[in-house]
């Protein structure tokens, strides 16, 4: 393989377990290694490419606003950036938006937001309660904002203001409430904590307790936004409505974009109070706007229910069939398996070797997140491979390479 995980080794931080696996061609839910082998791909760019790997109407977008206009400083209007706020602002039940370059920053933005708002109506009010089990980016005060200790051991001191509680428990979120508080953030379904889905009405609850205090309902939908759910957005599953949205991931089908989306009363920045050299640049936004116009167009989010309720019952067949398996669950095409023990590494560099690519998620549960436009059969596809590798649990020799 050229020696590219060894030349990674030396040259990259070594920040994360990678599979030994060096892609290098996608094309809809495949991928193609350095030694052209080819993948069926249920990782997804980590819930990213909703639309697959190299969809025609984002190299085509690519190319054509490439040539047109890259980079302009926000100094400055630009049309893909008006026209991609008004499409999220039409369908959506925010009123305005911001743009920046990944979820972290999205977050980042958001709390300033909630801070800003708890400075101006809220006598000074900046605490932020989140929950346990949580993800909500890898920056200083997003690693602060993430309800799991794993990711701040010798971190501290980290940024102050959060208050973590128990996820789908909305007495916990009561009793934090203080003078204090400015607002509530929560996933509508926990993604990296390993696909927690909670009661119908819990964030119901949690918006009319936000209403009722006067405190923000902040959504992180950065992984369940864009259809990933089976709805444009989570939120509309739970006959909710934040005061802020953020997003990401699927924003830009692969094309580095965030957003922070908050109604008119909440959107209480002013000139100064935030900003980003890159966020909202003409190119990404031109295929976010490409990418969402295609998502709407083509009913994406109802792809991604039917099939994935179509994987979720193949999952829970498979949990009935397999010792090794506590639980099959998850909404739209973000599905989780459970298993009873810490098995979750094995099984996907099995998968991997028998070229199925899953998530990690947990020591014991991984994580199907695949393109949004799967079709049954490669769900049947996955199921086959991922039986094969259960089967095999114990005659797994790690790869040679
Ligand atoms: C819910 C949620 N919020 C925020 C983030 C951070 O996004 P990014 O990695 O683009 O900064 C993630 C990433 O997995 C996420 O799942």
């Known amino acids: 393989m050229k020696d590219y995980q060894a030349r990674a080794e030396k040259v990259l931080m070594n920040v994360v377990k990678r599979l030994p696996v060096v892609l290098v061609q996608g094309k809809g839910a495949r991928v193609w290694d350095d030694e052209g ?27 054509e606003q ?39 920053e999205a ?32 920056t200083l005060s997003m ?4 309800g799991q200790e794993k990711f701040k051991t010798w971190l501290s001191p980290l940024p102050p203001g959060f208050v973590h509680i128990e996820y789908d428990n909305v007495e916990k979120i009561k009793k934090a409430t203080s003078f204090q508080t400015c607002a509530v953030m929560l996933e509508p379904v926990q993604g990296e904590g390993g696909v927690n889905i909670p ?42 409505e934040p005061d802020i949205m953020t997003l990401a991931k699927g924003l830009g089908g692969g094309v580095p974009i965030g957003a922070i989306l908050a109604k008119d009363r909440a959107a209480v920045f002013k000139p100064g109070d935030h900003g980003s050299t890159f966020g909202g640049n003409p190119l990404s936004c031109a295929c976010a706007l490409a990418v969402v116009r295609f998502i709407l167009s083509n009913n994406i989010p109802r792809n991604a229910a039917k099939v994935g309720e179509y994987l979720l019952s193949q999952l829970k067949k498979v949990a009935t069939e397999f010792e090794a398996i506590r639980e099959a669950r998850g909404k739209g095409l973000l599905c989780a398996l459970e298993f009873k023990d810490d098995i979750a590494e094995d099984v996907t560099l099995r998968a991997a070797e028998k070229r199925l690519l899953v998530n990690r998620v947990k020591a014991n549960a ?32 790690i790869p040679s390479r």
């Not at 690693?143 to 993430?146: E, I, L, N, S, V």
Request: proline share 2%.
């Open 199 to 240: 009661h119908e009405d819990y964030l119901t609850k949690v918006e009319k307790w936000c209403q009722e205090k006067g405190i923000l309902f902040i959504l992180d939908e950065v992984q369940t936004g864009m259809g990933r759910l089976g709805s444009l957005f989570a939120y509309e599953q739970y006959h909710v």
């Open 366 to 397: 991984i994580r199907f997140m695949p393109p949004l436009i799967i079709s049954k059969e490669e769900v049947d596809e996955a199921i086959n491979i991922l039986k094969e590798v259960l089967w095999n649990l114990n005659t797994y020799s």
């Open 107 to 138: 977050n980042e933005g958001a709390v300033k937001l909630a801070r800003k708002y708890g400075k101006v109506h809220l006598n000074g009010a900046y605490e932020v309660i989140t929950t346990y089990g949580s993800f909500h980016g890898r």
């Open 143 to 146: 690693t602060a904002a993430t």
């Open 37 to 63: 082998r080819e993948y069926l791909d249920f990782v997804g760019g980590w819930a990213v490419d909703s639309l697959g790997h190299s969809p025609s109407i984002l190299s085509s977008t690519l190319r």
């Open 66 to 104: 490439s040539e047109r206009l890259i980079q302009v400083s926000n100094q400055f209007y630009s049309v893909p950036q008006i026209e991609l706020a008004e499409l999220l602002v039409e369908n959506s039940c925010l009123d305005q938006v911001f743009f920046c370059n990944s979820g972290a």
